[in-house]
């Protein structure tokens, strides 16, 4: 297993324009959350699927942001009509239900609206 | 809810010299865990360290060790030996497992480790 993918690696875009981003997460890990790091800061929760059910969104993830989890493999989080104040760092993680500390991070996607 | 302080921006060490950084956490959980990570520029999150808050024994992993002071409610990472590839952002977090949102991790705002050669 090649770990947590995320693609694209950095994004540049207009704003106002809609983005996604994928996450491959490990093929056996059936959590999976989505992270947003802006600069300075820590990564902080935005949402989080166990399997394919979307069960917990942060306030944070406004209603311009959406995340879907077909078949509980892949991930993707969209956001429409970017807004500059949304460039940031986006991580994807997994694990597996039961673990205590086995979160596996991608090497995130770096959003930069101009 | 969970909270980490991180008190310092940036620290410096001479390689091969020992090096800690502070951790501060506050938790209404009787029962969570403390994690630190390591983000070199290239953006990943590396586990390093987990200390559990019912462990009597403070964790180590090689060069890493975790002095927890569960009273004090502070989790410090300590690095032996200083190399320069550890220069990186380091982040603190922890996780509650007493409440519904037992998955969720919750990080400080990171230390910016530089190792002089």
């Keep these: 297993d090649t770990g947590v993918s995320q693609d694209p690696r950095h994004k540049i875009t207009k704003r106002g324009q809609n983005v996604t981003f994928r996450c491959d997460p490990i093929s056996e890990h059936n959590r999976l959350y989505w992270y947003r790091q802006t600069l300075g800061q820590g990564p902080e929760f935005l949402t989080y699927f166990q399997n394919e059910a979307q069960l917990e969104k942060s306030r944070l993830l406004s209603d311009r942001f959406s995340a879907e989890r077909p078949k509980g493999s892949f991930s993707t989080l969209e956001i429409q009509r970017t807004e500059q104040g949304d460039s940031a760092m986006y991580l994807c993680a997994s694990s597996l239900e039961g673990t205590v500390y086995g979160y596996t991070f991608g090497s995130g996607t770096r959003l930069t609206v101009v | ?117």
């Design chain 2, 1 to 117: 809810a969970q909270k980490i302080t991180q008190t310092q921006p940036g620290m410096f060490v001479q390689e091969k010299e020992a090096v800690t950084l502070d951790c501060t956490y506050d938790t209404s959980d009787q029962s969570y865990g403390l994690f630190w990570y390591k983000q070199p520029s290239s953006g990943e999150m590396i586990f390093l360290i987990y200390q559990g808050s019912y462990d009597e024994q403070n964790a180590t992993e090689g060069r890493y060790s975790l002095n927890f002071q569960k009273a004090r409610k502070s989790a410090n990472l300590v690095i032996s030996a200083s190399q320069l590839g550890d220069s990186a952002m380091y982040f603190c977090a922890m996780r509650g497992f007493s409440g519904g949102s037992n998955y969720k991790l919750t990080f400080g705002k990171g230390t910016l480790l530089t190792v002089n050669p």
